[in-house]
């Protein structure tokens, strides 16, 4: 990770199990857990265990090795949550301009209504 991660960040607290979450999948490299103010039926957040603020700084400073197993794991909680077939979205909100609210990389994980055609 880079040198200005901000270990006190509520997912990194998260992820010492310093504040509850409720966790739908954990492995090697990836924890996943409800977002504690849902925006749609299922809304989960998958972290990887990396200390990494974005994804920029993931795939810069990540291994191949990491950045699998985290891709694989967001998979597998879709399938897991069984959004296969409804279908699901996914989105990554980075630094200011996208209003990250937490400095540790999170994949929101949308789901369990239809959710209309978006871009942005
Ligand atoms: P961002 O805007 O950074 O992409 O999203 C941060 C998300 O984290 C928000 O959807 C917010 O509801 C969620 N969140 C913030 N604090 C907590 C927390 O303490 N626990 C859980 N489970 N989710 C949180």
Not at 82 to 94: I, K, S
């Amino acid at each position: 990770a880079t040198g200005d991660y901000d270990e006190g960040n509520i997912f990194a607290r998260v992820l010492r199990e310093e504040i509850p979450s409720k966790r739908v999948y954990e492995d090697e490299w990836a924890v996943a857990f409800h977002d504690i103010n849902p925006q749609a039926p299922v809304h989960v957040l998958v972290i990887p265990r990396g200390a990494w603020r974005s994804w920029a700084d993931f795939s810069a400073g990540a291994s191949d090795a990491e950045i699998g197993g985290f891709v694989r794991a967001v998979g597998v909680v879709a399938r897991e949550l069984g959004l296969e077939a409804p279908g699901y979205r996914l989105l990554v909100n980075a630094g200011l301009d996208a209003g990250q609210e937490v400095p540790h990389l999170h994949v929101h994980l949308f789901g369990g209504r239809g959710l209309g055609a978006m871009l942005v």
